[in-house]
T-cell receptor
Framework: ETGVTQTPRHLVMGMTNKKSLKCEQH?????MYWYKQSAKKPLELMFV???????ENNSVPSRFSPECPNSSHLFLHLHTLQPEDSALYLC???????????????FGPGTRLTVL | DQQVKQNSPSLSVQEGRISILNCDYT??????FLWYKKYPAEGPTFLIS?????DKNEDGRFTVFLNKSAKHLSLHIVPSQPGDSAVYFC????????????FGKGTRLHILP
C-alpha cells in the first residue's frame, strides 16, 4: 500500500469514550502532522512530529494526545472529547519538516469523527 | 485573525472555460504558496506551488499567479474539465522559519457541463 493511510475512516464516540486514530505513511518521510478540519473553518494544524519528536503543539487541549512511535506511524489518542471536537482529522507527512525547496505535504483521506 | 483568505466559498464555471480561484494573504513574511485540491472523502492533494521570487508558475492546465504588492495569488485552470470539480485550498508558509502551512477555508469549484 502506498501513500498516507488513516484508520478508521469514520468514528462515532461518546464523550466518556477513549479511542485512537491511526496514521501510517509509506513514503519514507520523516515529518508527520495532525490537522483538524471543522465545517466552514480553515485547516488547523494540531501537532508536528519530526523524526519521532514532537516539534509543535498548536495549543491543542490535552484531551488530544499524539503518539509517534516511529517515523512511519502517528496516533492521535482521544479521551473525554466534546461535541465541538467533531470534525475531519487529517494526517499528513513530508520528507522533512524544513524541506527547503518545497513544503509539499501528502495527506491521508482523513477520519470523520463525531462526538455525541 | 485569518492570514490566508479565500473569500469565495464557491464558484461555478462552464466546462472548457477558464476557472480563476483567488486567494489573499496578510502576512508579508510568507515566501512560499501552495494550492491543494480536495475531493469529497479524500485528503487534500498538492496541486501547484509558487515561490515569492516568482510571479507565475505553470504546470499543464494550471497556472498560479502571485502579486506580492497586493498580497494576492490566483489559480487559473484552463480549459476547465469536469474532474476539476473539487474544493481548492490556498496555503502559505515561511520556508526559512518552520514548516507550518497556513490554509485558507477553501473554494468549492463546480464545473458545469
Amino acid at each position: 500500500e502506498t501513500g498516507v493511510t488513516q484508520t478508521p475512516r469514520h468514528l462515532v464516540m461518546g464523550m466518556t469514550n477513549k479511542k485512537s486514530l491511526k496514521c501510517e505513511q509509506h513514503l519514507g518521510h520523516n515529518a508527520m502532522y495532525w490537522y483538524k478540519q471543522s465545517a466552514k473553518k480553515p485547516l488547523e494544524l494540531m501537532f508536528v512530529y519530526n523524526f519521532k519528536e514532537q516539534t509543535e503543539n498548536n495549543s491543542v487541549p490535552s484531551r488530544f494526545s499524539p503518539e509517534c512511535p516511529n517515523s512511519s506511524h502517528l496516533f492521535l489518542h482521544l479521551h473525554t472529547l466534546q461535541p465541538e471536537d467533531s470534525a475531519l482529522y487529517l494526517c499528513a507527512s513530508s520528507l522533512f519538516v524544513t524541506s527547503g525547496a518545497s513544503n509539499e505535504q501528502f495527506f491521508g483521506p482523513g477520519t470523520r469523527l463525531t462526538v455525541l | 485573525d485569518q492570514q490566508v483568505k479565500q473569500n469565495s466559498p464557491s464558484l461555478s464555471v462552464q466546462e472548457g472555460r477558464i476557472s480563476i480561484l483567488n486567494c489573499d494573504y496578510t502576512n508579508s513574511m510568507f515566501d512560499y504558496f501552495l494550492w491543494y485540491k480536495k475531493y469529497p472523502a479524500e485528503g487534500p492533494t498538492f496541486l501547484i506551488s509558487i515561490s515569492s521570487i516568482k510571479d507565475k508558475n505553470e504546470d499543464g492546465r494550471f497556472t498560479v499567479f502571485l502579486n506580492k504588492s497586493a498580497k494576492h495569488l490566483s489559480l487559473h485552470i484552463v480549459p476547465s474539465q469536469p474532474g476539476d470539480s473539487a474544493v481548492y485550498f490556498c496555503a502559505a508558509t515561511i520556508l526559512t522559519q518552520d514548516d507550518k502551512i497556513i490554509f485558507g477555508k477553501g473554494t468549492r469549484l463546480h464545473i458545469l457541463p
